[in-house]
């Protein structure tokens, strides 16, 4: 059967573009035939210093968040990533396969690192073998992510072929990203041409899943936009990121194409457009924020549940890191 992994950081403040970009999608991908794996990587967001009781609170929220989702850890395996070791030290084996290169060209990695790019951490250079790892651990099939994290598949799939032509073996797949759906790059609601981001220092810029009704209904009311009524298609649209931007957002959450979207509000203004935005985002994210709440008053039953995840997530995870050291030629005699 097909298998389906994604994770996602819990470094905190998770916004509307990892709710439609990958937590939504998740929940959607879960009963279709495909085993479903999800995970808060907190070995990638030690990458940078993370206040340790902030980190540990923030990985219980994001678990709270993938289940205020929907994802059921009945149906699907929930866990964090530095509970189980193979994560780890696949990460180590990749890190003999990728070539320094690869990872000096990851544009996430000169994002972050910035001008002081030797000062960094060694592990956000090698963050993508650990994200290899992380879908390979699983032999992983396909991977649902945000635009942004193209890149860093295309490295897990030359990872994977490398390995292969090494080691004269078909042990790893390559990966299928699935990069799917109108929302799969959230833009600033302060500027058109920059992701809806986290580290965006203006809060204005982003809704955040914690975010009330009223500074939902505020920070679109003051999104900007231009002057040009709406047009009856996606297409008008090209060179208005901005507008783009919103109408696809409003698609995203009431689970229609932009094209439908229009149709109600051609040749209206934005006047008419955000208000009814308002409602529809308003609508989607109180019950998830409420239900976050809700899970984040029980964290012992969090715990539980990634507790329980990881067990489950090891029995995967083992086997295929076992065969892959064998691959490799490591003796294991115990
Ligand atoms: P992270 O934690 O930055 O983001 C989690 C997911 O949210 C998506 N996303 C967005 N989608 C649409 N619009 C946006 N503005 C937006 N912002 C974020 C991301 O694309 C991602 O799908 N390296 C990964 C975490 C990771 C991972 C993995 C993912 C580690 N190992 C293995 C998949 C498989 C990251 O930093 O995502």
């Known amino acids: 059967t097909p298998r389906i992994f994604s994770g996602i950081q819990p470094s905190g403040g998770l916004t509307l ?7 939504k999608r998740f929940a959607a991908l879960q009963g279709q035939g495909a085993e479903t794996i999800y995970c808060l990587v907190d070995l990638h967001a030690i990458t940078v210093w993370q206040d340790p009781e902030t980190l540990r609170r923030n990985i219980r929220e994001g678990a709270a968040a993938f289940m205020a989702s929907g994802v059921d850890p009945a149906q699907s395996i929930l866990f964090n990533q530095s509970q189980v070791s193979a994560h780890a030290e696949m990460a180590w084996l990749f890190n003999t396969v990728a070539r320094v290169g690869w990872m000096y060209r990851m544009t996430q990695f000169k994002d972050k690192a910035g001008k002081n790019s030797e000062n960094s951490s060694l592990g956000l ?10 879908i390979l651990t699983y032999q992983a099939t396909a991977v649902p992510v945000g635009e942004d994290q193209k890149q860093h598949l295309e490295l897990t799939r030359d990872i994977a072929a490398k390995f292969n032509h090494d080691y004269q073996t078909e042990h ?5 990203p699935l990069i799917e759906g109108v929302a799969t790059r959230v833009m600033s609601l302060r500027d058109g041409s920059k992701k809806m981001s986290k580290s965006d220092p203006s809060d204005a810029s982003r809704i955040n899943l914690t975010d009330d009704a009223d500074t939902i209904a505020q920070k679109i009311r003051k999104a900007r936009t231009d002057a040009e009524p709406l047009p009856g298609s996606i297409e008008g649209l090209k060179d208005r990121p901005e507008a783009r931007n919103l109408v696809n957002i409003h698609a995203a959450l009431s689970d229609e194409t932009p094209d439908q979207v229009l149709a109600r509000f051609e040749g209206q203004g934005f006047g008419a457009f955000k208000p009814a935005l308002a409602d529809v985002a308003v609508a989607a994210l109180e019950p998830i924020s409420r239900r976050m709440g809700e899970y984040m008053a029980d964290p012992a039953e969090i715990d539980r549940i990634l507790g329980q995840g990881a067990v489950r997530a090891d029995e995967v995870a083992t086997p ?11 003796l294991r005699s115990r």
């Open 17 to 23: 573009g990892n709710y439609l970009g990958a937590l």
């Open 320 to 330: 295929i890191l076992e065969s892959t050291k064998e691959i490799m030629g490591l």
């Open 172 to 176: 790893f797949p390559l990966t299928e």
């Open 125 to 134: 250079l090698a963050y993508p073998a650990l994200m290899a790892a992380d």
